[in-house]
């Protein structure tokens, strides 16, 4: 039961928001109040658990829902709304035998929701490691599939949100999995990070998927490792939940949330829980890996920083000699009262025998973060806040989200996502990063999920659009909606009402038709 924990943290109860719902496999009309532009042409896709419950047996964890998929249709100013359960194999089999087959990992017990990725991720070290795939919509080669963090990804018909091919990343290369967060260069070619187990340990491995396909069969075929990194410990890996990526590097941070192999894998024979083979180490540095995305080869200068968490890249983008990296950091495992801030890193790239040791090399005027040489092939730099004191009253920022079709590796002015001042997101904002003032559209007792950007016809500012959200409302029954702001003076433009009840998800996309 999650009353409990409501009543220590003073928070209302929102288990509604993780009830097992039935399916809508067929497209729903919704009643639209306000106005929705008529503009908009296509559909959002979003991912997240939906089903708690099979048989008698419960699933314990807000991650271990079996995979709910969504679509809202947007057209001429109307919205319809469809649902289905992913057919994973976990999915068949507990349907087959109505109770629980497959064993899922995660946890309702802490503050902040993306914490439980570390279970989510560490599931492939079951023997038969789960393919609910249920926290991301994501794009290769045109196709749209559902991830998560195990080797195995379902490419799904984004109209009717079937279930068609079951793909296992470990059949194209040698990778164990890979992040829900890919990042895409404009002609669409995909990058993402997976990590592989060998003989001599674990390495991080950066992956690319060409943009084409060479026939209707095609899925993972022609996807390379571009680079593997050893870890500082290879018996003891950084858990990773996305990466940044820059026009001509990707970024790799490697944290000091790591893992022991060692003990997870024995733990899974002597039945103790996961969550002993993973463990924050204050005393570790922070690394900051650089890949040349054009040869593959791992830069020979790291960048070092004191130990921190990340989960959500907000962009990286490099300017006059210097890659600005900027995400929500979290240092959730040294203070449990923390909150996801948005910060950002400034890395000098013209390292060279020349460069002077021991002085500030940023000579950004208007940033205060810092980068010293401290040997020719070490840099260690301290990180600048994107944001002010206020921001702290909304729980912070996570769930970022910019312009990507326009600003992706590019100097960019705002970004939106939730405020967590609750288990999940309570108020969406819009921050400004040049003068670190937002707006917020918050309501009583709503529930919003990622705000997700869609550029207008014709736009001419970065934020010519409008910001997508699905808002849950647990203290009544049925009355989900999808929200649309004006992603410039962030005021309600309209909403579309859902008939039947929807459970707050994760991660989604804007699936253009225009």
Same mark, same amino acid.
């Given at each position: ?5 409501y ?30 532009? $008529? ?32 679509r ?25 035998r ?8 995660g946890?309702?017990? =802490? ?6 990725? +570390?279970?989510?991720? =560490? ?25 998560t ?9 984004p ?24 990042? +895409? ?36 075929? /022609? ?38 192999? &060692?003990?997870i894998?024995t ?40 130990? =921190? ?11 006059? /000699? ?9 240092? &959730? ?34 940033? $205060? ?5 401290? $040997? ?40 939106? /996502? ?5 288990l999940? /997101? ?15 559209w ?35 029954d ?37």
């Amino acid at each position: 039961s999650l009353g409990p924990l409501y009543k220590i943290h003073g928070l209302p109860n929102i288990s509604p928001l993780v009830s097992s719902v039935e399916e809508t496999p067929e497209p729903i009309p919704t009643t639209v109040k306000g106005t929705i532009p $008529t503009w908009i042409h296509g559909s959002l896709l979003r991912n997240g658990p939906g089903k708690f419950k099979f048989g008698n047996q419960h699933y314990n964890h807000w991650f271990d829902g079996m995979a709910l998929m969504h679509r809202f249709q947007i057209e001429d100013g109307q919205v319809t709304y469809r649902s289905r359960f992913l057919r994973s194999d976990s999915y068949k089999q507990n349907s087959e035998r109505n109770r629980i087959i497959v064993s899922e990992f995660g946890t309702l017990a =802490l503050p902040d929701p993306c914490k439980n990725f +570390f279970q989510r991720f =560490l599931s492939r070290f079951e023997i038969k490691p789960t393919d609910n795939a249920s926290v991301n919509f994501v794009k290769y080669k045109g196709d749209y599939y559902v991830s998560t963090e195990t080797n195995y990804i379902h490419r799904v018909d984004p109209d009717t949100l079937e279930s068609k091919q079951k793909v296992d990343w470990s059949k194209f290369i040698a990778v164990n999995g890979a992040t829900a967060h890919p990042h +895409f260069d404009p002609d669409g070619t995909a990058y993402n990070m997976g990590n592989s187990y060998r003989n001599k340990g674990a390495f991080y491995n950066i992956i690319r998927v060409p943009p084409e396909r060479d026939g209707p069969e095609d899925n993972l075929e /022609g996807a390379k490792i571009l680079c593997s990194i050893a870890p500082r410990d290879k018996s003891k890996p950084s858990y990773y939940h996305s990466f940044g990526m820059s026009e001509n590097y990707v970024v790799f941070i490697e944290q000091p949330i790591k893992m022991d192999l &060692f003990k997870i894998v024995t733990g899974r024979l002597t039945g103790k829980s996961l969550n002993e083979g993973v463990y924050w180490d204050p005393n570790q540095e922070t690394t900051f890996h650089l890949i040349d995305k054009q040869t593959g080869k791992e830069m020979p200068v790291k960048y070092h920083a004191k130990a =921190l968490s990340t989960f959500h890249q907000i962009n990286a983008f490099e300017q006059n /000699g210097f890659l600005l990296d900027g995400q929500a950091i979290n240092n &959730f495992l040294v203070r449990q009262d923390s909150r996801p801030l948005p910060r950002r890193f400034v890395l000098p790239l013209n390292i060279s025998s020349e460069t002077p040791l021991e002085q500030n090399l940023n000579t950004r005027p208007d940033s $205060t973060a810092t980068a010293v040489c401290r $040997t020719k092939n070490q840099v260690f730099c301290t990180f600048e806040d994107l944001h002010g004191e206020d921001l702290k009253d909304y729980g912070g920022l996570e769930f970022p989200h910019i312009n990507y079709a326009r600003y992706n590796t590019k100097p960019y002015k705002y970004y939106y /996502g939730c405020g967590f001042r609750h288990l999940v /997101g309570d108020s969406l904002i819009k921050m400004d990063l040049e003068s670190k003032k937002f707006k917020v559209w918050r309501q009583p007792d709503l529930y919003p999920s990622e705000p997700v950007f869609i550029l207008s016809p014709n736009a001419e500012k970065e934020d010519d659009g409008v910001i997508l959200s699905v808002i849950i409302t647990p203290v009544k029954d049925k009355s989900t909606f999808l929200l649309v702001l004006d992603a410039k003076t962030f005021e309600e433009l309209g909403r579309a009402e859902v008939p039947v009840n929807i459970p707050y998800g994760f991660h989604g996309v804007f699936n253009s038709s225009a």
